[in-house]
Nanobody, 123 residues
Framework: QVQLVESGGGSVQSGGSLTLSCTVS????????VAWFRQAPGKEREEVASIDRANRPYYGDFVKGRFTISEDDSRDTLYLQMNSLKPEDTAMYYC?????????????????WGQGTQVTVSS
């Protein structure tokens, strides 16, 4: 069973940067699609970025070049580098994984979820 553990959240001022990390363990065949989602109070959970087994990234429209998803050489740690943060980026950020290597836009396609890490951006 895939296990995901996020870290790196915190508080930052508008325009600042944060890097989130997600350790991925328990997969047996190949690293599955892994994604970052976020959920702000009173809003639906939305996809921030994802990366498939072939290392192809996808970004939500609101990212607009500010965030970068990457992984380490062992493919066991996923990163989300967030620059030019805005107050509207404030949310709980979750790492999620599918059972297979390809990604999907629907959050219902993701089977495994981390506990989340809070990001707060002040103006």
């Amino acid at each position: 069973q895939v296990q995901l553990v996020e870290s790196g959240g915190g508080s930052v001022q508008s325009g600042g940067s944060l890097t989130l990390s997600c350790t991925v363990s328990g997969y047996t065949i190949g690293r599955p699609c892994v994604a970052w989602f976020r959920q702000a109070p009173g809003k639906e959970r939305e996809e921030v970025a994802s990366i498939d087994r072939a290392n192809r990234p996808y970004y939500g429209d609101f990212v607009k070049g500010r965030f970068t998803i990457s992984e380490d050489d062992s493919r066991d740690t996923l990163y989300l580098q967030m620059n030019s943060l805005k107050p509207e980026d404030t949310a709980m950020y979750y790492c999620a994984a599918r059972d297979i290597g390809s990604c999907h836009r629907s959050l219902n396609a993701y089977v495994y979820w981390g506990q989340g890490t809070q990001v707060t951006v002040s103006s």
